[in-house]
């Protein structure tokens, strides 16, 4: 494996980025207050970062593809929380 700067550089934006979904990934999880996340952004979001794991892996940048994996299932993670949480909200109105 490469350990380029770029690619130490890489690794360090990538831990940082994903990193910061974990806070919200934890207190969405915790709390289930999710009314204020958009689903539009973060299915977009999702998609986008689909098309990163793709880049990733063509070009052969091995931080591209693993940080662009884990922001997916994070991203995911968001998305199932606040469908959950719509549910619920749903059955509790009828």
């Not at 996340?37 to 986008?48: E, N, P, Q, T, V």
Request: charged share 15%.
């Amino acid at each position: 494996m490469d350990l380029s700067l770029a690619t130490l550089i890489g690794f360090a934006a990538g831990t940082l980025a994903t990193g910061a979904y974990l806070p919200q990934v934890w207190k969405c999880w915790r709390s289930g207050e999710v009314a204020a996340i958009s689903k539009r952004m973060f299915a977009l979001r999702a998609a986008g970062l689909v098309l990163w794991c793709a880049y990733g892996f063509g070009a052969g940048n091995l931080p591209i593809m693993v940080f662009s994996a884990l922001s997916l299932g994070l991203s995911l993670a968001i998305l199932a929380l606040k469908a959950r949480h719509t549910r619920r909200t749903r059955r509790a109105e009828t």
